[in-house]
């Protein structure tokens, strides 16, 4: 099928040959101790390399930004060199990656945290969220997340410091770019939504206060690295991890003006609907467009025909597969070519081993 989705794309100071980009997915098997990239992640990686842009499963700035079993960091000399082997896989193969920058915030337990520490978000609300931990046989077991503790506003630069020395760290590895994962309920999420963000400080409040976290830590990213490395992810009107992002329009329309006076590579939405949340209107996404000129990514239920429509609406220049990355390595080709796609089995998605993570066949 001729589509747009097959062209090429500048993304900062790349040329990507195609606008089909492997989504950010958590897969939870990370070497332990240490949430060390994996050996057999380079070749999950690796097979995935004619993506236009891969995208890493979400990895934590600290290990206070941890909230389930087996996720990889960015913050240790381990983390760094495993990420390594996988950046050179996935470049010998011909590919570009980035690493998705994240804190969990409240979607975590106390059992994942520093010193069994409770989590931290914007303000001590209880919620009801679940989470992945290891169980005694060794196999994730899901639990309720804790009530968290709200970040003292004296805590915040340090916070702030983590995401610039992620990004220093990210750039050491090799990665292409870097991706600050400020959607899905996470920590930056929590402080947008005045669900979640019931604070009385300079973050809290109006939304250019509930919005200043996200931008502090975007701004640190920036101050590690060029904005031609920098995206974002965010999920306006989102339902997941607990909060439901009912007011997201006017704080997406918001971010997207600032995205856009800092000229950051990307924007990435994810769109709610495969989570249980809306439809995006098409006004949004007009006007989405109309704040932010730099390339659009969106994510969610995506599929070749999706992609098409939305790329030619003019409302994203790329479209992200999640699922179906999961279970085709070779998703670009059997797009081009409309070939099957293999089923994902879900119930492989986290934690375990090559099974489920690349055993999944290419075509003949
Ligand atoms: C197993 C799984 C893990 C995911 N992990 C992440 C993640 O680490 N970071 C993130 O931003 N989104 C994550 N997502 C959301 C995906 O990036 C994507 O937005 C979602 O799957 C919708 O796209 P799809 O319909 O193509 O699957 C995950 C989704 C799945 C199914």
Redesign the pocket.
């Known amino acids: 099928m001729s589509s747009p989705v097959f062209t090429p794309i500048t993304l900062g100071n790349m040329t990507l040959p195609n606008r089909i980009i492997m989504?950010?997915?958590?897969r939870m098997r990370a070497v332990q101790p240490g949430d060390i990239p994996a050996p057999i992640s380079q070749t999950y990686y690796e097979q995935r390399a004619t993506a236009g842009l891969i995208i890493s499963?979400?990895s934590q700035i600290s290990p206070q930004g941890k909230g389930y079993m087996a996720t990889p960091g960015i913050y240790s000399a381990e983390q760094v060199q495993g990420w390594k082997s996988v950046t050179q896989a996935v470049h010998k193969a011909g590919g570009r990656m980035a690493i998705?920058l994240w804190h969990v915030g409240r979607v975590s337990h106390h059992s994942l945290q520093p010193n069994q520490q409770l989590p931290v978000s914007a303000s001590a609300l209880p919620y009801e969220n679940k989470t992945t931990i290891m169980g005694a046989d060794g196999k994730p077991t899901r639990v309720a997340c804790d009530t968290p503790r709200a970040l003292e506003t004296h805590e915040i630069p340090e916070l702030i410091a983590s995401y610039h020395k992620a990004t220093e760290l990210s750039r050491e590895a090799g990665f292409d770019m870097v991706e600050v994962?400020a959607?899905?309920g996470y920590l930056l999420h929590q402080f947008q939504s005045a669900e979640s963000n019931h604070r009385t400080d300079i973050y809290g409040g109006s939304l250019e206060n509930r919005a200043r976290l996200t931008l502090e830590a975007l701004d640190a990213s920036l101050s590690a690295w060029d904005a031609q490395h920098v995206g974002i992810?965010i999920s306006p009107l989102g339902i997941f991890n607990g909060l439901n992002d009912r007011d997201g329009e006017a704080m997406g329309l918001y971010l997207a003006e600032e995205f856009q006076k800092r000229k950051i590579a990307y924007l990435h939405i994810?769109e709610p609907d495969?989570a249980g949340g809306p439809v995006l209107s098409d006004e949004f996404r007009k006007a989405m467009r109309s704040r932010f000129s730099g390339v659009i990514i969106g994510?969610?239920?995506?599929t070749l025909e999706k992609a098409t429509r939305m790329i030619e609406s003019g409302y994203i220049d790329a479209a992200?597969?999640?699922?179906?990355y999961?279970a085709n390595p070779d998703l670009v080709r059997r797009l081009q070519e409309g070939a099957a796609l293999n089923p994902t089995r879900p119930e492989l998605?986290?934690g375990g081993n090559e099974e489920g993570y690349t055993d999944y066949p290419f075509l003949a």
């Open positions: 989504a950010p997915l958590t499963e979400a998705q994962h959607a899905h992810r994810s495969w994510a969610g239920n995506y992200a597969f999640g699922r179906p999961i998605f986290y």
